[in-house]
């Protein structure tokens, strides 16, 4: 069964550095996500991609943030200057665009932890 | 905007039972979807059951099944025959019928099945 994939599983840099987390999602998918989840807290939505460029973004996601489909596979998530509060598991979503359009599915998540 | 409320912050279950989470949500929008994914120690989140808010049958599958009340906005999951692989948290998610189609968690429920 098709799944999204998202890479590293975990993540550790120091305050100011810039991560790229990324993610393949499911092949024939059109409509990516990534969300996020601080330890103990709710999952939180940053940000929808379709058709090359943004849907819809959060209050979380503010100009440090940027994502991109370099490829036709990769969908990344960047932050340019993490900081402390940036630490939280990151998962990456993908759903089709016809059939059952309306299921996101999840990849494992990628823990960032900000020193 | 979206909310949604999971008023259980804990449950715990003995194997064999069955067991009821709650999820409330406010919308002003009439055509939406439902979601409860399960969220285990390894932090993945896996889809358990999705529900159309146009359809008025409840949606199940195998164990898993769900009570839709549309005019009172409540969506709670019920787990019969719990199992100890049924231990995780659980979120309900909201998904509005709009550009982004973004999900909107509730805050989860961990679930302690017991043998």
């Known amino acids: 069964e098709p799944e999204v994939t998202q890479t590293p599983s975990h993540q550790v840099t120091q305050m100011g550095q810039e991560v790229i987390l990324r993610c393949v999602p499911i092949?024939?998918?059109?409509?990516f996500y990534w969300y996020r989840q601080i330890l103990g807290q709710k999952v939180e939505f940053l940000v929808s991609f379709y058709n090359n460029e943004i849907s819809e973004k959060s209050e979380i996601f503010d100009d440090q943030f940027s994502v991109e489909r370099p490829d036709g596979s990769n969908f990344t998530l960047k932050i340019r200057s993490t900081k402390l509060e940036d630490s939280a598991m990151y998962f990456c979503?993908?759903?089709?665009?016809?059939?059952?359009?309306?299921?996101?599915?999840f990849g494992p998540g990628t823990r960032l932890t900000v020193l | 905007a979206q909310t949604v409320t999971q008023s259980q912050p804990e449950m715990s279950v003995q194997e064999a039972e069955t067991v009821t989470l709650s999820c409330t949500y406010d919308?002003?929008?009439?055509?939406?979807?439902l979601f409860w994914y399960k969220q285990p120690p390894s932090r993945q989140m896996i889809l358990v059951i999705r529900?159309?808010?146009?359809?008025?049958q409840n949606a199940t599958e195998n164990r898993f099944s769900v009570n839709f009340q549309k005019a009172a906005k409540s969506f709670s999951l019920k787990i019969s025959d719990s199992q100890l692989g049924d231990t995780a948290m659980y979120f309900c998610a909201f998904m509005g019928d709009n550009a982004g189609n973004m999900l909107t968690f509730g805050g989860g429920t961990r679930l302690m099945v017991k043998p």
């Open positions: 092949s024939n998918h059109l409509y």
């Open positions: 529900q159309e808010a146009y359809k008025q």
């Open positions: 979503a993908s759903r089709e665009s016809t059939g059952n359009t309306d299921t996101q599915y």
């Open positions: 919308t002003s929008e009439n055509n939406y979807y």
